[in-house]
């Protein structure tokens, strides 16, 4: 799956993951085994676990039905419960991963790790965006703003590069997934397919950047996730619905949106090569999920049940690659 950019199908992939023996029991601690002791996730909606919710406390995801099947309270996770991180986490045998911008974290999970990331964040700044007639509506904190936050952070409980090395060589990095905002913001305020994916090759750089910069900080295990196919989207196939059943692929996505994400990672998995060439010492894996249209909660972020079987299936995916 991670050095394949095609998308198979979604419906077979999911029955495979309700009817077939779990790779990853809920019980079992694979990433334990592996000595992980935090983890730091860089993102969007599909991660935050409240950020957005102390930038704008308004926000729907304040608010229930968001967060009533585990936490019976809205967190400012964008699902119906938990997140994919938070079953890396109870994979790793850690508490869930506290958002940056919470005041109320219990000292950032302990030291086991802070989640940076931000619902509805850019990989590309809004200044840039801007200069390209593209609106980041939902927040400023793209993901530039997250790694200085991350800098912040380690500037902090570090003394220098080598004890930031030190206090790092036990934890995972997760750097996306993010980009996604970046294309349906430009979608949705009419900018064609083809002229968003002239985005791509800037977006996917932004992310190799944040790479490299993780590295720096000291990151020796990073995981970083591909894009959705959008194309199969409850959001997108309402909002870009067509009559032309040309559109539409056997599995009633839409072939063009489905073409971008692909571009994406195809993109980006070039990338990810040319950093692991260029750190051969670090572990950077590169992971694909795929979806189900039928699993989604809002039209657009995953339900409890389908982050729970992405996680395990990714924790299965990528266990082998970390060098533990």
């Known amino acids: 799956m991670a050095n394949n950019v095609h998308f198979s199908p979604v419906l077979p992939l999911i029955c495979f993951f309700l009817l077939a023996p779990s790779p990853l029991p ?94 509805g964040s850019t990989a590309l700044p809004s200044y840039i965006l801007a200069d390209k007639k593209i609106s980041s509506p ?23 590069y080598d004890d930031c090395a030190q206090k790092l060589k036990s934890s995972l990095f997760i750097v996306g997934e993010i980009g996604e905002n970046d294309y349906r913001y430009a979608l949705l305020q009419g900018k064609t397919i083809e002229e968003v994916k002239t985005l791509v090759p800037e ?20 995981v970083v996730p591909g894009n959705f196919p959008v194309g199969c989207f409850p959001i997108y196939l309402t909002q870009f619905r067509t009559n032309d059943s040309a559109a539409y692929d056997q599995f009633h996505c839409l072939k063009g949106l489905n073409n971008l994400s692909f571009h994406h990672n195809e993109l980006l998995q070039q990338a990810i090569q040319e950093l692991k ?48």
């Open 26 to 119: 809920c019980n079992a601690q694979t990433l334990k085994t592996c000595g992980l002791n935090s983890i730091y996730q860089l993102g969007d909606s599909v991660s935050d676990t409240g950020n957005l919710i102390q930038e704008h406390p308004e926000s729907a995801f304040a608010k229930l039905p968001y967060g009533e099947t585990f936490f019976k309270n809205a967190t400012g996770r964008c699902s119906n419960g938990l997140l994919m991180i938070d079953y890396f986490a109870i994979s790793a045998g850690i508490p869930f991963v506290d958002a940056f911008l919470n005041s109320n974290a219990s000292l950032y999970s302990q030291g086991h790790g802070v989640n940076f990331a931000v619902a």
């Open 138 to 160: 939902v927040t400023n904190s793209s993901l530039s703003t997250q790694l200085d936050w991350m800098f912040t952070y380690f500037n902090g409980i570090c003394y220098d």
């Open 203 to 222: 977006v996917v750089q932004a992310i190799k950047d944040a790479v490299t910069r993780v590295i720096d900080f000291g990151a020796v295990r990073v």
């Open 277 to 324: 060439n260029e750190h051969p010492n670090v572990a950077i894996i590169y992971v694909c999920e795929n979806p189900d249209k039928r699993i989604s909660w809002d039209g657009v972020h995953l339900t409890q049940k389908a982050n729970k079987y992405m996680a395990m299936w990714l924790i299965h995916d990528i266990f082998p690659k970390l060098r533990c």
